[in-house]
T-cell receptor
Framework: QKEVEQNSGPLSVPEGAIASLNCTYSDRVSQSFFWYRQYSGKSPELIMSIYSNGDKEDGRFTAQLNKASQYVSLLIRDSQPSDSATYLCAVNIGAGKSTFGDGTTLTVKP | GAVVSQHPSRVICKSGTSVKIECRSLDFQATTMFWYRQFPKQSLMLMATSNEGSKATYEQGVEKDKFLINHASLTLSTLTVTSAHPEDSSFYIC????????????FGPGTRLTVT
């Protein structure tokens, strides 16, 4: 079992819709969780970090964390074509290191 | 804030030569830097963790004598790919973790290495 699992997609949503990206992790002691966006040919960009159970909102992005279920998600409201990218879920595994999922590719269609 | 630069952005070298890649944190001191490699359409693969003033910690399967890492200061880490071969062609990305206690990593723009 991989440490961080994501649906590979591709996920396609129409412009203006809500995109929902999911991630599960195997290490129960992880305390820090991150979502990165990676455009094709570019490096990852941190968009959200979450440390406590519940929701964390930042603009059109909402991260949700449920440690009991070992589940973290990212919602993108009012999706735009510019949101089309691969979204990487990352989980801290100690000593500052994070392990990354394989990513979910999102396409927002105009 | 939290800007990481990487140089060069793209390099082409001949097989058997060595290539050095620099990673700098521009507006913060990075206690830890990480080096990743990413092949096309694959996920990030952590190669090594670099702490200022100490030896890098390599992930299993990564040859430390081939991928030399030096973290000479709190703002600079370098990765040298020695005796490069075509199979080393990849996208090399560094990230830096600031010293404020959170685990957020900020990525450099990456270096695309092509070995001919």
């Amino acid at each position: 079992q991989k440490e961080v699992e994501q649906n590979s997609g591709p996920l396609s949503v129409p412009e203006g819709a809500i995109a929902s990206l999911n991630c599960t992790y195997s290490d129960r002691v992880s305390q820090s969780f991150f979502w990165y966006r990676q455009y094709s040919g570019k490096s990852p960009e941190l968009i959200m970090s979450i440390y406590s159970n519940g929701d964390k909102e930042d603009g059109r992005f909402t991260a949700q964390l449920n440690k009991a279920s070992q589940y973290v998600s990212l919602l993108i409201r009012d999706s735009q074509p510019s949101d089309s990218a691969t979204y990487l879920c990352a989980v801290n595994i100690g000593a500052g290191k994070s392990t990354f999922g394989d990513g979910t590719t999102l396409t927002v269609k105009p | 804030g939290a800007v990481v630069s990487q140089h060069p952005s793209r390099v082409i070298c001949k097989s058997g030569t060595s290539v050095k890649i620099e990673c700098r944190s521009l507006d913060f001191q990075a206690t830890t830097m990480f080096w990743y490699r990413q092949f096309p359409k694959q996920s990030l693969m952590l190669m090594a963790t670099s702490n200022e003033g100490s030896k890098a910690t390599y992930e299993q399967g990564v040859e430390k004598d081939k991928f030399l890492i030096n973290h000479a200061s709190l703002t600079l880490s370098t990765l040298t790919v020695t005796s490069a071969h075509p199979e080393d062609s990849s996208f090399y990305i560094c990230s830096a973790r600031d010293g404020r206690g959170n685990d957020e990593q900020y990525f450099g723009p990456g270096t695309r290495l092509t070995v001919t």
